[in-house]
C-alpha cells in the first residue's frame, strides 16, 4: 500500500492564551491517503480549524509528529514549510485573504510567479477560466461579489496544481445558493486535478459527499468512518 499523503502521529497542539497554556488538540493519530476527500465535522471550538493548520503546516505541532508528502513538517524551518506549501498545498479560507490592490489576475498569479513559473499570468487566466471568472481578471477585489472573491481565492488555490487542497468552511460567508456553486466548484478542482481534499464544514450535507467524515470534539478525533 501506498504511504499517505498525510500522516499524524499523536499530533497535539498548544497554544499560549491569557490564562496560560490551552490545550487546543490532543493525540491526534490519523493518515489521509492521496485522492481522498476528506470531511471534519464537529462542534465549533472542537478543533477543526487547527486540525486543518497542521496539515498544511500552517501551525506547528506541539507534540507528536506531522508528516505531509513524505516530509516531517516539525523538523522542517518556516522557509521550507513555504515552499511546500507553495508547491504542494492549496488553502481556502473562510473570509478568501485577497490582497485588496491585486485584479483578480494578479491575486492568482503572484504565488505561481513567487515560485518562479514563467507561465504564471497563463496558468492563472486558465484557472480564473475553469470557475468562470477570465471576464473579471482585471476586477479588484472590492469590484467583485463574495462569492467571485470565493471563486477567485478557488483560483488562487488550484494554480499550483496542489497534491493537497485544505478548505476551511469556504462557504461560510455565502448564501445558500453561491454556497452550493462554490461546493460544486471545489469538486470539480479536486476532480480535474486529481488533488486530496480535506474540507471543514458544519453542513452535514456536505460532509456526507466525502469520502470519509471525521468529527472531533474538544480536540480530540471521536470518528474516522466513511460517509
Known amino acids: 500500500m501506498t504511504s499517505p499523503l498525510l500522516s499524524l502521529d499523536r499530533a497535539c497542539l ?3 492564551g491569557n490564562a496560560g497554556l490551552i490545550e487546543i488538540l490532543h493525540s491526534i493519530t490519523l493518515d489521509v491517503h492521496s ?3 476528506i470531511g471534519l465535522v464537529g462542534p465549533s471550538g472542537s478543533g477543526k480549524s487547527s486540525l486543518l493548520m497542521l496539515m498544511g503546516g ?3 505541532a506541539t507534540g507528536g509528529t506531522v508528516r505531509a508528502m513524505g516530509q ?3 523538523a522542517m524551518n518556516e522557509d521550507a514549510l513555504a515552499q511546500l506549501r507553495r508547491a504542494h498545498v492549496g488553502v481556502v479560507f473562510q473570509s478568501f485573504h485577497l490582497i485588496p490592490t491585486m485584479t483578480a489576475l494578479e491575486n492568482v498569479a503572484t504565488p505561481l510567479e513567487l515560485a ?3 507561465d504564471a499570468r497563463a496558468r492563472a487566466l486558465e484557472e480564473l477560466d475553469a470557475v468562470g471568472l477570465a471576464a473579471r481578471a482585471g476586477h479588484y477585489p472590492s469590484q467583485l461579489s463574495g462569492g ?3 471563486r477567485v481565492a478557488l483560483a488562487r488555490a488550484a494554480a499550483p496544481r496542489p497534491a493537497l487542497i485544505l478548505a476551511d468552511e469556504p462557504t461560510g460567508n455565502l448564501d445558500s445558493t453561491t454556497g452550493a456553486a462554490i461546493i460544486e466548484l471545489l469538486f470539480g478542482l479536486r476532480d480535474r486535478h ?3 481534499l480535506v474540507l471543514v464544514t458544519h453542513d452535514p450535507d456536505l460532509a456526507a ?5 471525521i468529527a472531533l470534539r474538544d480536540g480530540r478525533l471521536e470518528t474516522a468512518a466513511a460517509a
Open 148 to 150: 467571485e472573491q470565493q
Open 35 to 37: 485522492g481522498e476527500t
Open 194 to 196: 486529481g488533488a486530496t
Open 14 to 16: 498548544a497554544l499560549e
Open 209 to 213: 459527499r466525502c469520502d470519509r467524515v
Open 116 to 118: 518562479g513559473r514563467p
Open 58 to 60: 500552517l501551525e506547528r
Open 72 to 74: 516531517d513538517l516539525g
